[in-house]
């Protein structure tokens, strides 16, 4: 759901024009890329590990890579990517956006998650059981 993302930035982005809410200087140069990158390496890492199949309508369970740690590795990269593009911005709104924003994807994956386990059954049960839905399970 990178529209959601792309919104959110959008929303901020129109925000801080009318109300600017600047973030410092030294979070902006030392966070904003970092996130970027990271946002980055998760989508691309959730991409390589999901190869050919369609992440809409999945014909296996992908449980390797990223998948592996995090249930929603691409909702998880979109949102740092939406994190840093804001710090980088000098945004504060981005962070006010980030809970909205959250909420529509959980909303959204929490669909995604009903459709895997009609289609996946006990697979996608016990694949749940073990890695978590945002952040990884000790």
Do not use: C
């Amino acid at each position: 759901m990178p529209e959601a993302s792309l919104a959110g930035i959008a929303a901020a982005a129109a925000l801080e024009q009318a109300w600017p809410l600047p973030l410092p200087e030294d979070v902006r140069r030392v966070a904003g890329w970092p996130i970027v990158a990271a946002g980055v390496a998760v989508i691309a890492g959730s991409l390589k590990t999901a190869g050919t199949t369609e992440l809409a309508s999945p014909g296996r369970l992908v449980t390797g890579g990223p998948y592996a740690r995090t249930r929603n590795p691409m909702y998880v990269g979109w949102g740092l990517l939406q994190l840093g593009i804001g710090v980088i911005a000098g945004s504060g709104w981005v962070l006010v956006s980030l809970p909205f924003v959250g909420a529509l994807v959980h909303r959204e994956v929490l669909r995604e998650e009903q459709r895997l386990e009609e289609r996946f059954g006990d697979e996608y049960l016990e694949y749940s059981e073990k890695v978590g839905r945002w952040l990884p399970r000790r």
